[in-house]
């Protein structure tokens, strides 16, 4: 059965709260924490997948359930693949994750346990009354300790206020850190050798952007019926799809994506199909269009094959457009390879 999430927006405090308000109040401590410069700093260790949890006393028992529900996600490749391993250390233990990409601290006013004492040392009288007003629970610090590393700090007056505000917005720290994550793969991708010249031809000839990566190729493309560009990356076997036909918005469903999946499948060399079962999608936007983004699995018709896949369907000026990512890769983890195929698609601008 096809399942659709609609993700809340993001709402980092208690009502009231001015989002605008966390970011100065984050430019405030950016001021207020000494860090030092990161460029002398040595850079992060640890793949981008480990999330250090630093967190002491009668805290840890408390928050524990609520972070491992909060980073929970998994993409099927088919085999269920976590987008988070965590560990969790208390501040006797904080050197073991400092050098890490990823890292969360929790702490409360009240609490005098070591880690709370460091998240309180980190707030100047401003940001400790916006702590106990309410219109400040969560900031993040970069480079903290080393190069492309994000420090999330989640701190509230009381432990019973913090574990509240973790039940009802402690998603915006998942959303902090994939941001981040996102930008530094991004960064990783198109660092060198992005094939620009092919990118304005596309352009140029179909009205549409994208940012290709060095060693796609294209394989494939139609004028005909089904308007189509598919390019191909190997080792492992990467491919996208960008497709274009005329359509209205209202149009844009789970059913539609897969339709067009599978009939776009059945044209190409190694046929494949979408699996209906195993389906997630969610609204979100792509470069400020409204669209559909969907995870899944595809099939091969005949022999037995397949692998993930990242797909988004949105609508603009009266063009439906599907941006396609799938993955061939039997023979090792795929979640960091979904993510770089997302991270591609994300480039594309109707």
């Not at 693949?81 to 050098?99: A, F, H, K, M, P």
């Not at 992005?194 to 190729?217: T, V």
């Not at 598919?230 to 844009?252: C, E, H, L, N």
């Not at 936007?285 to 397949?306: M, Q, R, S």
Request: charged share 25%; hydrophobic share 40%; glycine share 8%.
């Amino acid at each position: 059965m096809t399942s659709i999430r609609a993700r809340a927006g993001i709402n980092p405090v208690r009502a009231g709260f001015s989002y605008s308000l966390l970011l100065r109040s984050a430019m405030i401590l950016l001021l207020t924490v000494v860090a030092g410069c990161s460029s002398f700093k040595k850079n992060s260790t640890e793949g981008d997948l480990m999330l250090g949890v630093g967190v002491d006393g009668r805290l840890e028992s408390m928050t524990r359930p609520l972070i491992e529900d909060i980073f929970d996600d998994v993409v099927s490749t088919p085999q269920p693949e976590l987008q988070w391993v965590t560990q969790y250390v208390g501040e006797d233990s904080l050197g073991v994750i400092s050098r890490w990409q990823n890292i969360i601290l929790l702490g409360a006013l009240e609490e005098d346990d070591p880690m709370s004492q460091r998240v309180q040392r980190m707030l100047n009288d401003e940001l400790r009354q916006g702590v106990l007003d309410g219109t400040l629970r969560v900031f993040r610090q970069k480079d903290v300790w080393v190069r492309g590393q994000t420090v999330v700090v989640a701190v509230a007056p009381t432990v019973d206020e913090l574990l509240a505000w973790l039940r009802v917005n402690g998603e915006v720290m998942d959303d902090l850190l994939s941001e981040d994550r996102y930008a530094r793969m991004k960064k990783s991708m198109y660092a060198r050798l992005e094939q620009e010249d092919l990118a304005d031809s596309l352009r140029k000839e179909h009205g549409w952007e994208i940012r290709i990566p060095n060693d796609y190729n294209i394989t494939e493309s139609s004028r005909d019926a089904d308007n189509y560009i598919r390019m191909r990356r190997m080792y492992p076997d990467r491919f996208v799809t960008i497709a274009w036909q005329p359509g209205p918005k209202d149009s844009i469903s789970a059913d539609k994506l897969i339709r067009w999946r599978d009939e776009l499948g059945m044209t190409y060399t190694d046929s494949s199909r979408t699996n209906p079962i195993i389906l997630d999608t969610t609204w979100t936007t792509l470069n400020g269009v409204d669209a559909l983004k969907a995870n899944g699995i595809w099939e091969t018709y005949g022999p037995i094959g397949g692998g993930p896949f990242v797909a988004y369907l949105l609508q603009k000026d009266g063009t439906l457009y599907l941006v396609d990512g799938k993955l061939f890769a039997p023979d090792r983890p795929k979640e960091a390879f979904v993510r770089h195929l997302d991270v591609f698609l994300n480039t594309f601008e109707p």
